[in-house]
Each structure stands twice: as C-alpha cells, then as structure tokens.
C-alpha cells in the first residue's frame, strides 16, 4: 500500500533573512492519521523514499489560472455557473484537480479512526484516564499500581481535557488497562486500611500568650558591624576615663623618697653562737 504525506518547507526563504542557508532542505511532515510529526526530514530522504504526487508550484499556478478565468469572465450568469461547479476556497481547488491525492488522504483518515494499528496504520484516536478529586493523599499508590508497566504508562501527570459538550476536567493521567485499575484498588484498600481509626487531621487550638522575650527580640533593631562599632566607641571604657590632672611637684618628691629609699643599707643583726643556741633551747 501507499502511504501519503504532506511535507512543508520549515522555514521559508521569503520570511527568513536573505543571508540564510538552509542546506539540507528540512521539511515539517504532516501524515493523515498521526497529524504534525515532532521530527523533521531533510528533502534527500523525501525523494529517496517517496513519489512527488503534487508540487507546491503546481498548486500556485493552478489557483493562479483559476482566479484568471474568475476574473476574466464575461457575465455574472457565467461567474454564478462557476461557483455552483467549484469552490473558491484552496483546498476545494485542491481536490477537484488531484482527485487521486485526495481519495488517498481520505482513505488514510477513515482506516485510522481506530483506537488500535488498523491496516498497517496507526491509530489517531487514543483513550486516556483521569483520576480527579482529592489525590495527593493516594500519590504512592499510583506510582506503585504502574511501576511494572512500561515508561509511557508510568508518567502520571496533570492533564486537563475537555469533552465535547464544553466540560473541562483536570486530574492524574492513569492508565486504563484491567491490570493497572486492580493493582490501584489493592493499593487503594491498603491505604483505606492504614487511615482507619485515625483522629481528625484537623485540631483547633487555642492562641498562646505572646512571648515577651520573643516580642523583644522581633521589635529590636539587629545589630551590624558599623552600629556596634559605632555604639562601643561613643561608651568610655575605664581604661579610657579622663584622669585628674597631678601635680608635677608631689609626684617628683615621690620619686625622689623612693630614690633614697632604696640607696640607704640596710643594718644587718649581729647573732653569736651562745645566742643562736640559746634560741634553739627556748624552741
């Protein structure tokens, strides 16, 4: 089977700057079934791996024509014949032209409105689950009810969707295979089991009286390097006090005595040796 493609330039050479240079040509690809593909490819591979059907300059010069021949009509009764038989707007163009490409394309669309591979293509429809509600509290148990499944399945994250009647609805993305929901309602019983005959988590307690020493602490200013610096060099220490002023005179008079103190002998006791042993018998 043929599978069909749309593949657009990624940057165009009108919209960037003359300087640019794109040499390997990358092409955005946009498949009937899957939609935009993240990846890009490099416009060798395209004509390696598949057949030109339609060209961008074949599209151009045919709405070109078109809107010639509209413009060139001779009476409105022709122009309101021409619009009854085609479309003004580029994709009906399009179709009526390449009515080959077209049915391809449609082909493609209607074979993947599957939710699994169907025909050798891949599904654009896809069921996702949502836990919504209070789930913090069940975090753990999620994560363990798909830790043995595959990568994609094991990302739990928030998703919010919204259904066709307008419905918006944010949650946990969760798998929804029959493995997966019964290992969550075990894990769930486990956890409804661990809550049970516990208190409220939820206490009322009465305000306690303020703390003057914690006030004091919260009301005064904290001290810095200049604000202490500051505050111990405007105190005077002890060691810093202004002195009495002395008098030169009483203080060199001073000197002077302790001077002759100092250089007069001092007169040493004679002791004999009847004293020194009659200090011993008295002992």
């Known amino acids: 089977r043929h599978l069909v493609m749309l593949a657009q330039q990624k940057v165009s050479n009108e919209a960037s700057d003359s300087d640019f240079d794109d040499p390997r040509g990358l092409m955005v690809i946009t498949r009937p079934n899957t939609g935009k593909n993240p990846c890009e490819m490099t416009s060798k591979d395209l004509r390696y791996k598949y057949d030109l059907l339609v060209s961008s300059d074949d599209i151009l010069h045919h709405l070109r024509s ?33 009515k080959k490409v077209a ?67 944010v949650g946990i993305r969760f798998p929804v295979t029959h493995d997966a929901i019964e290992r969550l309602m075990v894990n769930m019983s ?3 089991s661990a809550r049970e005959g516990l208190q409220s988590s939820f206490v009322d307690e009465h305000f306690s009286p303020i703390s003057d020493k914690a006030m004091t602490w919260a009301t005064t200013e904290r001290k810095t390097m200049k604000s202490f610096f500051g505050t111990a060099a405007s105190k005077p220490s002890s060691s810093t006090a202004p002195s009495k002023p002395k008098n030169p005179t009483s203080a060199n008079e001073k000197k ?19 004293a020194f042993f009659v200090k011993k018998k008295d002992y």
């Open 190 to 192: 486990a956890v409804s």
């Open 256 to 274: 002077r005595n302790q001077e002759s103190t100092k250089s007069q002998p001092k007169k040493a006791k004679t002791s004999n040796i009847s």
């Open 66 to 98: 078109v809107d010639n021949e509209d413009s060139g009509a001779d009476s409105e009764e022709k122009k309101s014949e021409n619009d009854d038989h085609r479309s003004h707007d580029t994709i009906s163009i399009v179709r009526q032209k390449w």
């Open 103 to 169: 049915g391809i394309w449609d082909e493609a669309y209607d074979k993947s409105n599957f939710l699994n591979h169907n025909d050798g293509l891949a599904p654009r429809v896809s069921e996702i689950g949502l836990i919504t509600g209070a789930v913090l509290h069940i975090l753990p148990a999620l994560e363990k009810a798909v830790q043995i499944m595959s990568s994609a399945q094991r990302s739990l994250r928030v998703m919010r969707v919204e259904t066709d009647t307008g419905r918006r609805i």
